[in-house]
């Protein structure tokens, strides 16, 4: 089974910054694309970052130039810098990480972080 671990949340004031990270561990997984969504007043999830296991990045339109996603394969890792932040950037991020094994890929999430940016 696999398993995200979300850390790094919490309350900053706006124009601050945080880290959120989230390892992922699974016997016989490896983790293609890796990213964060956050949830929306309507309790859907839209994406903020996603990250291949090549490097290659794609971003939401409001957090670009303000957020950076990376990720270190060799602890099946990914980060998310939130520079800049806003207090519309209030609400839970969730990790999701692509787990493939054998010919099959899984979708996974993380228990969500809260982040709060007082005005």
């Known amino acids: 089974q696999v398993q995200l671990v979300e850390s790094g949340g919490g309350l900053v004031q706006a124009g601050g910054s945080l880290t959120l990270s989230c390892a992922a561990s699974?016997?016989?997984?490896?983790?293609?694309?890796m990213g964060w969504y956050r949830q929306t007043a309507g309790m859907r999830r839209e994406l903020v970052a996603t990250?291949?296991?090549?490097?290659?990045?794609n971003y939401a339109d409001r957090v670009k130039g303000r957020f950076t996603i990376s990720r270190d394969n060799a602890k099946n890792t990914v980060y998310l810098l939130m520079n800049s932040l806003k207090p519309e950037d209030t609400t839970v991020y969730f990790c999701?990480?692509?787990?493939?094994?054998?010919?099959?890929?899984?979708?996974?999430w993380g228990q969500g972080a809260q982040v709060t940016v007082s005005s």
């Open positions: 699974g016997r016989g997984f490896s983790f293609n694309t």
């Open positions: 999701n990480a692509r787990a493939q094994a054998g010919p099959y890929e899984y979708q996974y």
């Open positions: 990250i291949t296991s090549g490097g290659r990045t």
